[in-house]
């Protein structure tokens, strides 16, 4: 609950700032909308984390076996510099990965922010949006 206080009592601050407000509430309602995960999704999202499947090569998506070294998709990955929960060193290892056998494929987009801020700070626009726009044309 102290949290919470804590987060409201920054809208005492914003001093009329119409577009700080929007960011502020936006991030407040994602942050609560709170969707249930299902027993099965947390079980794969844990068993792909715990096997490493990825990298090991038994990463499953309806009955078929995805080998990463193989793809011939484009892949973005998108990490945030000071993201809490998914800290920048632990996308690293998938990160060169991924750069040393899908180098034509792979693309990657640094961002100067915290996790939700990946998609809603004030430099989402042009530090996200823009460069991917750019690789979305750069590969259709």
């Known amino acids: 609950p102290v949290r919470y206080i804590k987060n409201y009592s ?12 929007h960011n502020l509430m936006a991030v407040y309602n994602w942050a609560s909308d709170g969707i249930n995960m299902t027993k099965n999704v947390a079980k794969d999202l844990i068993n792909i984390k715990l096997n490493n499947s990825l990298v090991n090569k038994n990463f499953i998506v309806n009955d078929v076996n995805i080998d990463i070294e193989n793809l011939e998709i484009p ?47 004030n430099n989402t626009q042009q530090e996200l949006l823009v460069p991917l726009i750019n690789w979305l044309q750069e590969i259709t």
Request: hydrophobic share 40%.
């Open 10 to 21: 920054k809208l005492l601050n914003l001093d009329g700032n119409e577009k700080q407000f």
């Open 75 to 121: 892949l973005l990955i998108a990490t945030a510099k000071k993201d809490m929960i998914v800290p920048l060193a632990s996308s690293e290892p998938l990160l060169e990965f991924v750069q040393q056998k899908n180098s034509k494929y792979y693309h990657h987009i640094e961002v100067d922010s915290g996790h939700i801020g990946l998609i809603a700070s």
